[in-house]
Structures are given as structure tokens and as C-alpha cells.
């Protein structure tokens, strides 16, 4: 039994064996989280995804028989957080569920059942006896259907998405498992989840803020109880809601024949120099959400790739579509490459790395077949340049 504060407990699944979540690779897995609040009307908050449903049962009876539990929030309807709802409801048919107007439209459409269903808006309560709970919706963060619980008498926030890690660990607070392992996993959640809805952070922010907060308790990852975390972690998506960026370079390629590889590093060498952070990243090498977790904090990105067939190399254009969905803010770039017989493929490169919403700081760099040693000298110019962008305050 793990216990989050007096008759509050942690009953969610521990999924070790996760590796790729939506495309995002998770090396360390995940949690999918559930809580149970033990009052005169005892509160499950969230499922879990249904393969976790045993776990998630035996768990909330160590607490509490199922089939008292009067009430069921679900801040979110994805299937990672409803998975197990049906069957949590064989056990507590007379429970109400608890959840966003759009979740209602979602629970339809997931499930097509009619449950008994009770709609949360921002600020409404719910008392459950002698603790009460009250909501906030955060529509996209990450779904229309988002919202957040706030148990008023514990102060504790039900987080949802929001602050939250694919991390799994035996460890349920972020302070046992070790805050860098935590924060850089919480970096990486943000970034490929939650960045494109910067704006609607810092709304969720605005009131979230004015909040006297014990504890965070996100739907996946480990719990936020210190409040030097707590603090950190909210100043972080203030500072990550608002694109802000740190004076970092990356340089990102891959290639067919080392050309394109001459040319990165060549880049990497003329800006590699008086302190400046630079990192050279081949596509090969990493996956892209690690790649993406780079990206959150850096102020200028470096794209090359070869031609193939008179378009770009089949992972750079991968990278650039999944890049297109996250839409990183106040960045600038820079492309580069190497070409046979037809340079027209680059302007992909460009379109594609401006329609992620970066803004290209000069022309690209572009030579047919093997780039000379004149062709890398003349690299300096744009990594001067760049060097400049990077030590403006």
C-alpha cells in the first residue's frame, strides 16, 4: 500500500516493459496512475490502461472494496487514463463519473455506453465528506478534454499530463528517485507532448499558481511532494510554456556516403569554440524524442541531409514530420546537405523546418557529390554568424 498522504493512496500500474509510447521511445517505461481518496464517499481518481487493470484492482483492495467507490474522476479520456473503466465499473455500477464536457463526448465515442456521469467545470466542487475537490479545465494540455483536481483540504493537485514522466520506477516520489533522472524525463514528457500547447501552460498557469500545493500528482511517472521540486517543476513549464530557450546550438543530420557528415562536422568544429555549447546529433544514432528533448532548450538548430531520389533522406523527413507536429517556437535554423545531379530537394529541407516554426537565419549550405576543402572553409561565415545568435542575452 502506498500512501500519498492520510487516506490517500496510489493504485495505478507500474509498466516496466514499455519501450515506445505513440512513437516516443521509453526506455525506462511507464506508471499509469490511479489514486483512491478514502472519505464518507471514497473517490477513485483515473484508471489506468486496461492491460493494467489487475494491478490497478488488487491495489485499490488493499484499500478499499471496489464496490464502494462512489465516485470516479477522470481528468482525461485517453485510453492510457479510461482504459479500465469499464471494468472498475462492474465492481461500483452505482458510481458517477466525474468528468470535462468534452470528456463526455469522448467517454461516448470511445465506449458508446450511457453512464451516470456528473460535468466538471472550472471551478465547480465536489465534496466527498469531510475532504472536497475542485476543478479546472486545461482544454489542450494536452486533449480538449483536459482537466485538472485540486483536493482542496489535502492540497493536492491531480495533475493529469501536466508535470508528469514516462518513468517507471519502484520509487513513487520524485525525491527517492533521484530529481536529475526525474526533471530530465519530465523535460523530455513536456517536449514531445505537451510542447505545442505553450500557450495553454501558461493559462492553466495563471490559475494553478495561486494554488497552495503539498503535492503534485501526475497520471504517469513518479509524485512531486517537496516543495523545492514542487516550485521547480511549475517554474520550468512557465519557462517551457513560453518557448524560452537556452544559448544552445544542435546540429541534427544524417548521410548517405559522408558528405553531409563532412559538412556537420565541419560546423561543429567553427562552432565549437569560446564556450559555446554546440551538440552534433546523428539521425542514425538517436531516437527522435531524445532528439526532440535537445531541441526544448536550444536556440539554434542545424538540419543537414543527403538527396535521395530528388528529396530529402527518408529519416531527415521523418524527424521533420514529427518535428511539424511539436511547432518549438522562437528558434532559428540553419540547413545544410550534400546532392548528385539535383539540388531542388533542399527546398523541403527549408519549408519543412520553417513550417515547425523555425525561422532560417541565411541561405542553406548546399555541395554536389564531396564537399571540397574550399566548400567546409566557406562554413565559417554562417558559424560566425551563429555563434553571434547565440551570445545575444
Not at 559538412?263 to 546529433?281: C, G, M, Q, S
Not at 530537394?345 to 564537399?371: H, M, N, Q
Request: charged fraction near 25%; include cysteine; proline fraction near 4%.
Amino acid at each position: 500500500m502506498i500512501t500519498v498522504k492520510e487516506n490517500i493512496y496510489w493504485v495505478g500500474h507500474v509498466d516496466l516493459s514499455l519501450r515506445n509510447f505513440h512513437g516516443y521511445s521509453t526506455p525506462y517505461g511507464t506508471t499509469y496512475n490511479a489514486y483512491v481518496v478514502l472519505d464518507e464517499k471514497p473517490t477513485l481518481i483515473d484508471t489506468v490502461k486496461d492491460y493494467g487493470f489487475e494491478e490497478m484492482l488488487w491495489r485499490i483492495k488493499k484499500v478499499i472494496h471496489p464496490t464502494k467507490i462512489q465516485y470516479i474522476i477522470l481528468n482525461h479520456t485517453e485510453m492510457d487514463h479510461s482504459g479500465s473503466i469499464e471494468k472498475i465499473l462492474d465492481f461500483c455500477p452505482q458510481a458517477e463519473i466525474i468528468c470535462s464536457p468534452k470528456g463526455q463526448e469522448s467517454l461516448k465515442k470511445h465506449f458508446g455506453k450511457s453512464w451516470k456521469l456528473k460535468l466538471a467545470q472550472t471551478g465547480s466542487t465536489l465534496p466527498i465528506g469531510k475532504k472536497a475537490f475542485k476543478f479546472f479545465l486545461t482544454p489542450m494540455v494536452h486533449w480538449p478534454d483536459s482537466m485538472v483536481s485540486y483536493l482542496e483540504t489535502d492540497k493536492i493537485l491531480f495533475s493529469n499530463d501536466a508535470f508528469g514522466q514516462h518513468y517507471a520506477s519502484p520509487e513513487r516520489f520524485a525525491d527517492e528517485a533521484g530529481e536529475d533522472i526525474v526533471f530530465k524525463e519530465a523535460a523530455k514528457y513536456y517536449a514531445n507532448i505537451v510542447m505545442p500547447y505553450g500557450e495553454q501552460v501558461l493559462k492553466a498557469l495563471e490559475f494553478l499558481q495561486s494554488l497552495p500545493l503539498d503535492k503534485i500528482c501526475p497520471s504517469h511517472g513518479v509524485i512531486w511532494r517537496q516543495k523545492q521540486d514542487i516550485e521547480t517543476i511549475i517554474d520550468l513549464y512557465n519557462r517551457w510554456g513560453s518557448h524560452r530557450t537556452e544559448q544552445k546550438a544542435l546540429i541534427i543530420y544524417d548521410t548517405m556516403w559522408h558528405s553531409t557528415e563532412k559538412i556537420a562536422k565541419k560546423l561543429y568544429e567553427f562552432i565549437d569554440t569560446e564556450n559555446i555549447p554546440v551538440r552534433l546529433i546523428n539521425l542514425k544514432d538517436e531516437h527522435i524524442s531524445d532528439i526532440v528533448a535537445e531541441i526544448l532548450f536550444a536556440k539554434v538548430i542545424l538540419l543537414g541531409s543527403p538527396i535521395l531520389n530528388n528529396r530529402i533522406f527518408p529519416s531527415v523527413a521523418g524527424f521533420l514530420a514529427y518535428l511539424k507536429g511539436l511547432k518549438p517556437k522562437n528558434r532559428l535554423g540553419f540547413t545544410f546537405g550534400s546532392y548528385g545531379w539535383s539540388n531542388s530537394g533542399f527546398k523541403e529541407l527549408e519549408d519543412s523546418l520553417k513550417e515547425s516554426g523555425i525561422e532560417l537565419i541565411s541561405e542553406g549550405a548546399y555541395f554536389r557529390y564531396v564537399p571540397t576543402q574550399d566548400d567546409l572553409a566557406g562554413l565559417e561565415k554562417v558559424a560566425v554568424k551563429i555563434k553571434g545568435l547565440l551570445k545575444e542575452d
